[in-house]
Nanobody
Framework: EVQLVESGGGLVQAGESLRLSCAAS????????IVWFRQAPGKEREGVSC????????YYADSVRGRFTISSDNAKNTVYLQMNNLKPEDTGVYYC????????????????????????????WGQGIQVTVSS
């Protein structure tokens, strides 16, 4: 059974940093597409960042580009989201989603996978983790 577990969230002040981790188990960590979504109260779910191991493509939402960095450590079966210069508007519940060895997903770009389209809804989800940024 594939499981994704997020960690690293918490409460920080504006301008500080956090690193979220999404650890996968029950799967060989290769041929993957990973998405970090966030859900803020009263707002639509937003695809923050995505990575596609097939072509190495990476996508960032405009709201986080230049501040967030997504990376993977295949030896640790983990994808990270380094979040710097956090802002109060970054507050929300962050979820990682993933697909493994899904040919349709791997053929898509990272931006498509992050689009939130039902066509690319990840098969596997983590439980979500709270990130709160105070002003």
């Amino acid at each position: 059974e594939v499981q994704l577990v997020e960690s690293g969230g918490g409460l920080v002040q504006a301008g500080e940093s956090l690193r979220l981790s999404c650890a996968a188990s029950g799967v060989t960590f290769e041929d993957f597409a990973i998405v970090w979504f966030r859900q803020a109260p009263g707002k639509e779910r937003e695809g923050v960042s995505c990575i596609n191991s097939n072509d190495g493509s990476i996508y960032y939402a405009d709201s986080v580009r230049g501040r967030f960095t997504i990376s993977s450590d295949n030896a640790k079966n983990t994808v990270y989201l380094q979040m710097n210069n956090l802002k109060p508007e970054d507050t929300g519940v962050y979820y990682c989603g993933a697909d493994f060895r899904n040919i349709r997903v791997l053929a898509a770009s990272a931006s498509e996978y992050c689009s939130g389209s039902a066509y690319y809804t990840p098969k596997y989800w983590g439980q979500g983790i709270q990130v709160t940024v105070s002003s």
